[in-house]
C-alpha cells in the first residue's frame, strides 16, 4: 500500500484550493499574513488524514477554523497553538493516534482511525467567522463527510463546528441540540459535541481535561 504524507493530501472535492476566493473577508485576511509571514501557509487547512488514508476513518473532529498562528501557520489542524495539545494527547490516550505531537509538520504525530477538519478552513479574524462565510465553507465540509465510507462516529468541538455538521448531514438543529457531551444518533452516525478545547475554555474551567476525556471515552466505547 502506498502511504500518504504525514499532512494528508486533499480528499477529492473536499478541499478549498489553495487562493479560494469565496470568502472575500477571509481571502483578504489571508493575503494580509501573507504578505507578513511568506513562509508560513496562509491558505485552507485539509482535513488531516491517517497515512492509510480515508478508508481507515471511523472518527471526524470537526473543529471551528484555524487559529491564526496555528493551523493557518503549519497547515495541520489544531497543529501551532494550545488548543491542539488537549486534543492530540486525548486522541492518544483512546487510541486515535501515536507518535509525539511537537507542533509542527514532521513530528512523529499520526491519527489511527481518526481525522480532524474544520467547518471554516480559512483563517477567520479574530476566531469569529461570519454566517455566510460558514454557510459557504459548508460545500467543502459535506463533501469530506460524504469521501469517509467506514465513518461511525463524530465528535464537534463547540457550537459553530456542531450546527454547521448537522446541516451539512441535512439534520435540523432543534433534532440534536448542542452540549457538552451529549449525544445523538444521525443516520448511522454517533455525534457527540464538546465544548471547543481553546486555551479560552479550559482556562476558565469551562472545559477541564477530565470532561475533554470523557467525550472520547464515549466515542471510543461506541465504536469498540
Not at 501557520?73 to 495541520?76: P, S, V, W, Y
Given at each position: 500500500m502506498t502511504l500518504l504524507p504525514a499532512h494528508s493530501p486533499a480528499l477529492p472535492g473536499a478541499a478549498p484550493p489553495r487562493d479560494c476566493p469565496l470568502c472575500p473577508r477571509l481571502a483578504a485576511f489571508r493575503e494580509e499574513w501573507r504578505a507578513r509571514e511568506p513562509g508560513w501557509h496562509n491558505a485552507p487547512v485539509e482535513t488531516f488524514l491517517p497515512r492509510a488514508g480515508a478508508d481507515e476513518v471511523e472518527l471526524l473532529v470537526v473543529g471551528l477554523a484555524p487559529g491564526v498562528r496555528g493551523a493557518n501557520?503549519?497547515?495541520?489542524p489544531f497543529?501551532?497553538?494550545?488548543?491542539?495539545?488537549?486534543?492530540?494527547?486525548?486522541?492518544?490516550?483512546?487510541?486515535?493516534?501515536?507518535?509525539e505531537f511537537e507542533a509542527r509538520l514532521d513530528d512523529s504525530l499520526q491519527l489511527v482511525g481518526a481525522a480532524i477538519t474544520n467547518a471554516v478552513r480559512c483563517v477567520p479574524p479574530e476566531n469569529k467567522p461570519t454566517g455566510?462565510?460558514?454557510?459557504?465553507?459548508?460545500?467543502?465540509?459535506?463533501?469530506?463527510?460524504?469521501?469517509?465510507?467506514?465513518?461511525?462516529?463524530l465528535v464537534t468541538l463547540g457550537r459553530i463546528a456542531h450546527d454547521s455538521t448537522l446541516r451539512a448531514l441535512g439534520v435540523r438543529l432543534k433534532d440534536a441540540?448542542?452540549?457538552?457531551?451529549?449525544?445523538?444518533?444521525i443516520g448511522g452516525l454517533q455525534l457527540v459535541s464538546s465544548y471547543h478545547c481553546s486555551r479560552y475554555n479550559t482556562n476558565t474551567g469551562v472545559l477541564t481535561p477530565a470532561m475533554f476525556e470523557d467525550v472520547f471515552r464515549a466515542v471510543r466505547e461506541h465504536l469498540g
Open positions: 501557520r503549519t497547515g495541520r497543529t501551532g497553538d494550545y488548543a491542539g495539545d488537549l486534543l492530540y494527547a486525548t486522541l492518544k490516550r483512546f487510541g486515535f493516534a501515536t507518535g455566510p462565510e460558514i454557510n459557504t465553507c459548508r460545500r467543502f465540509l459535506t463533501p469530506t463527510l460524504e469521501a469517509l465510507p467506514r465513518l461511525r462516529a441540540p448542542f452540549s457538552h457531551g451529549g449525544r445523538h444518533d
